[in-house]
């Protein structure tokens, strides 16, 4: 009778051992709760013609709060002795409007900063045609790149003395839609380069040294 109860009593013992260890086994196996999984953020490098059309979007509504009839006349940018100066060198749409013929409006931006004006037209200004923006295809930097391969990196290192650059976009005439750069050296040689990039295919379509008038 005794063997009998010690018998059970080591199968009663067995069966909590056994139990424990595969709870224990399970246990090892068990995680901790990390919570739950960070989110994933995914940046994406601004397109710099997508990003030339938003600040165009942007530019045109204050045009248009100046004049309701507000076009894009042309794009521009100057560059005075260097093409990398230590604040960034504004980038200026000028708009045009026939209820204002005399004045052109332009929106600035210089980094985050924005700013806007209406100045007296120049005589210049009345030979560009409206910008149709669905033409515009290359932005200012990739234009840029392509005048500087098509000789304006060598103009600039052959007047390393001084220098100014425009870059401009605008429409004349039967023309395509083209970004001009307009190199003049400033150290008394009067040397001119000149670089018509088609705006739309990136196509150097036209180049000429000269002096300046």
Same mark, same amino acid.
């Given at each position: ?30 995680? +901790? ?8 953020? !995914?940046?994406?490098? +601004? ?22 009839? !507000? ?11 260097? @093409? ?41 200004? @009345? ?87």
């Amino acid at each position: 009778m005794r063997i009998r109860r010690i018998g059970e009593l080591a199968r009663i013992i067995g069966v909590i051992v056994a139990g424990t260890a595969v709870l224990g086994i399970a246990g090892c196996g068990k995680q +901790p709760n990390a919570g739950p999984a960070p989110d994933i953020i !995914a940046t994406k490098t +601004p397109n710099p013609i997508e990003q030339s059309k938003e600040r165009y979007t942007e530019s045109l509504e204050r045009a248009k709060a100046w004049q309701q009839n !507000a076009e894009l006349a042309r794009v521009y940018r100057k560059y005075s002795g260097t @093409l990398a100066p230590s604040s960034p060198t504004p980038l200026v749409y000028a708009f045009s409007s026939l209820a204002d013929p005399k004045s052109t409006f332009e929106v600035e931006f210089q980094g985050e900063d924005v700013s806007d004006r209406a100045v007296k037209k120049q005589p210049f200004e @009345l030979l560009f045609n409206p910008i149709d923006v669905a033409q515009w295809k290359v932005a200012p930097e990739d234009a840029l790149r392509i005048a500087e391969e098509a000789g304006g990196e060598a103009f600039r290192e052959d007047h390393l003395a001084g220098y100014r650059v425009l870059q401009q976009l605008s429409k004349m005439g039967s023309h395509p839609l083209q970004w001009y750069f307009r190199y003049d050296a400033g150290d008394g040689s009067r040397a001119r380069l000149e670089v018509y990039v088609n705006a739309g295919t990136k196509a150097v379509e036209f180049k000429k040294q000269s002096k300046q008038p």
